[in-house]
Structure formats: structure tokens, C-alpha cells
């Protein structure tokens, strides 16, 4: 038998079996078109919020806009705008500076760099408003991420070419799907209409406890929040020990609401990271040290889970990705490594304005991590030949193919392309 024919029969049997398997890969971008927030919302919303703190020698509350205070030094400091992400990791390097001045605190809480630096302006180590500031940004990111949530009808004429494209792709193969969104668009879309794992069974009412193995031996698609979900939280048990040899204090929890979910989050204490730094692995990871907080459950192993499934699955979906996590990149990268020719790659991106258009990503803006994983997967250091716009753009071998008119457009109009694409 020619070796075509052995390995459409060996495909066709992986599918048939469940082995072959298709993963997506979805970023904050792909939000927008279903009415998401961008993060230059989010960051306009989070600069917005004044900190309120009671102070008790004046016996009074006082508001001050100490986020903002932060975000506008970062913008001297760097003459760029910072987004809400940026923001947060400076107020967690703020509150580790502070305790590491802290000459009664115990070494595990005190970064090694604050041997070597102080500050002159007390005002940004105020331990109250450093703990305020945290709070309000994580509640105003969710805020915001709740009333897309809540606005998402996927059976609704704006939004149904989002989920009737994850309905038709999971009828064939079965999908790890992965995610950096806190939203669940994807499981609302599925949610009647086919099966899938997400690790997480019920518990009592209104509350599911993660559950490793289910994600782990589970044939069905999956899927896996990697920067948390406004759904998890820290339930309240009556019994505070009832887990306390099954889970650590950190693991998270799903809920069968964001109401409920986020009613658990605060006044609770978390863990530095191995370098005594202040990392709030909560319910939504955000801030620049994410690596750092992948440590409770589900992230552990929703991280391991697509790490793994970049190794076993030759298809790759990638949509809404900026390529701006030095983590993920590291491993996307390596798919024309891993799977060579067999690979079948969609990447889907936005080039607001085609007559922007040049073969040179740098003349377009693109990011230098974003072109350098093109030409990995196109095998190819000048990847892009035309002069002339062209959608999709397709690699000089078939196996990779970049669309570059937003997420709508490429499901909306080249959908079934795209299913069966990943599905050969």
C-alpha cells in the first residue's frame, strides 16, 4: 500500500477511535467578536476605580486613586501606556517590596532584591491600599468579564456562527480546547449539543470539585481554562478540615454561577512564589508571573493537558493570540518540530486595514514573538511572498494557513474550510 493510503487508513482509524485529536488554542482577542471586552477596556474601566481605606487616627475613610497613581508612573517609567495586566504585577511587586523591608519577617517572604533597594515616596508601600488596589483590579476585570458572559446567547443571531462552529467541529474528532479567557462562551455553545470534560464533577449543590483523573483518561473533548474562570472560587465549608488531605487550600472550585463564584474570593491568604514574591493564584490569574501561580488545582493540570496535547495532536487551531506569553510560545513553537509534515496549522489573527498589508510583519506592527512563530510553522524565514493581501495566507507546502480578517470572518465564511482542514 503507497504510504498516502497507509496513513489516510491509519487517520481514519485514529478518528474513528477517538486517538486523533484536534486542539484550540483560544486567546483574549478571540473575545471581541462575540462582544468581549478588549484590554484596553478592561484597563480604562480598572484605572477608573478609586481605593477606598479607613484610616483609624483620623477615624474616617479616605479614597484616593492609587491604581491610577500606579499606572501613570509605569507610563513614565516606560512611555507606553500599561495594560491592567502590567498594572497588577507592579502592585504585587509593590507589597513585595514592603514585606521584604520587613526586617521581623521570616526569609521565605522577603525578596531577595529588597536587600538592595528602597524608596524615598512611602506612599505606594500603604499596606491597606496595596491589599484594596489588588481587590478592586481583580473585581473590576471580573465585573467585566461577567456582563459579556452574561450577554453571550449563543442560539442569538449575533453570536450563533461562534457556537454553531464549535458544534459542527466537535461532531468529528474529539478537540482539546484551551484557553486564556475567563469567560465561558465555549461551554454555553457546547451545552446541550455534545458531551465534554472539563475535570470537574458535582459536589453538592451548585459546587464541583476538580478531579484530575476525569480530565486525564477522558476521550471526550475537553476543555481547559488556563488562567482560571469567573465560575471558580473557594467554597465554604462548615467543616473547614473536611478536604484538608484531599486539597490544598488554594485548589479552586467550579460554581454554577459568577454571583456565587465570586462571593468566595477574598480574605484568604496565598502563597509566594519560591522567591518570596507576592502571587495571587486566584480564581482569575492575571499580572506577569503567571507561571508562578500554576501550582493549585485545575491549573496544574489544565497546564500539563496542553502541554501534552501540543505533543500528541498534529492539528492546531490558534485564534485571538497575541503570542505575548514567553510560556505558551515555547511550546506552540515546537509543532513543526514534533510533527513535521503531518502538521495542519490554523492561525487566525486581525489585520484591521488589508492595504496595510506587507510581507515584512515588522512594517505591519507584528510582534517579533508572532513572526517568529510563523516562519517555525511555515518553515520558512521569510514566510510571507505577496505584496498583494491575500486571506487566508497559506504555507509554500499547504500545511499552514493564516487568516487575517478577525474571527468572524474566518468562521462565518470559511468554517467548514477550516473543520475539515483539521480534520485530514
Not at 93 to 118: E, H, N, Y
Not at 169 to 194: F, Q
Not at 300 to 317: D, G, H, Q, V
Request: hydrophobic share 35%.
Amino acid at each position: 500500500m503507497p504510504y498516502d493510503g497507509l496513513f489516510k487508513l491509519l487517520h481514519y482509524i485514529y478518528v474513528r477511535k477517538g486517538i486523533m485529536r484536534v486542539t484550540a488554542f483560544i486567546g483574549a482577542g478571540a473575545c471581541i467578536d462575540i462582544d468581549g471586552p478588549s484590554t484596553a477596556c478592561i484597563t480604562k474601566k480598572v484605572r477608573s476605580v478609586q481605593q477606598e481605606i479607613f484610616v483609624p487616627p483620623l477615624k474616617q475613610t479616605i479614597t484616593k486613586p492609587f491604581i491610577e497613581a500606579v499606572a501613570l508612573h509605569l507610563e513614565t517609567f516606560w512611555r507606553d501606556e500599561p495594560n491592567f495586566e502590567d498594572i497588577f504585577h507592579a502592585i504585587e511587586m509593590l507589597d513585595s517590596c514592603r514585606v521584604g523591608w520587613d526586617i521581623t519577617a521570616a526569609k521565605q517572604f522577603r525578596p531577595a532584591l529588597s536587600a538592595f533597594v528602597g524608596t524615598t515616596d512611602k506612599s505606594y508601600f500603604n499596606v491597606d491600599m496595596l491589599i484594596v488596589a489588588k481587590k478592586d483590579l481583580i473585581s473590576t476585570v471580573a465585573k467585566q468579564v461577567a456582563a459579556h458572559d452574561s450577554a453571550f446567547n449563543p442560539n442569538s443571531s449575533k453570536h450563533y456562527w461562534y457556537s454553531a462552529f464549535w458544534r459542527q467541529a466537535t461532531k468529528r474528532p474529539p478537540w482539546d480546547i484551551v484557553t486564556t479567557n475567563y469567560d465561558m462562551c465555549i461551554e454555553k455553545s457546547l451545552d446541550g449539543h455534545i458531551e465534554y470534560e472539563d475535570g470537574f464533577e458535582n459536589l453538592e449543590d451548585g459546587v464541583y470539585s476538580f478531579r484530575p483523573r476525569n480530565i486525564l483518561n477522558s476521550n471526550k473533548t475537553k476543555i481547559m481554562h488556563l488562567h482560571g474562570s469567573i465560575y471558580y472560587g473557594y467554597p465554604k465549608f462548615t467543616d473547614p478540615n473536611r478536604y484538608i488531605y484531599e486539597y490544598d487550600h488554594e485548589d479552586l472550585y467550579k460554581f454554577n454561577s459568577y454571583a456565587n463564584a465570586q462571593k468566595t474570593w477574598f480574605n484568604m491568604s496565598h502563597r509566594n512564589s519560591q522567591a518570596g514574591e507576592k502571587t495571587i493564584a486566584g480564581p482569575i490569574i492575571t499580572g506577569l508571573r503567571k507561571t508562578d501561580k500554576l501550582l493549585p488545582y485545575p491549573y496544574n493540570t489544565y497546564n500539563a493537558c496542553f502541554a501534552k496535547s501540543l505533543m500528541e495532536n498534529s492539528r492546531l487551531l490558534i485564534a485571538g493570540y497575541s503570542f505575548g506569553d514567553l510560556h505558551f510560545n515555547s511550546w506552540l513553537g515546537k509543532m513543526a518540530n514534533i510533527h513535521g509534515n503531518n502538521r495542519r496549522i490554523i492561525v487566525i489573527s486581525y489585520l484591521d486595514d488589508p492595504n496595510r498589508w506587507h510581507p515584512v510583519p515588522s512594517v505591519m506592527g507584528w510582534s517579533t514573538p508572532m513572526y517568529e512563530f510563523m516562519a517555525k510553522v511555515f518553515k520558512d524565514n521569510r514566510p510571507f511572498k505577496s505584496y498583494v493581501f491575500e486571506n487566508p495566507v497559506i504555507s509554500a507546502d499547504g500545511n499552514v494557513q493564516l487568516y487575517l480578517r478577525g474571527l468572524r470572518d474566518a468562521l462565518e465564511n470559511h468554517g467548514e474550510e477550516i473543520i475539515d482542514f483539521l480534520s485530514s
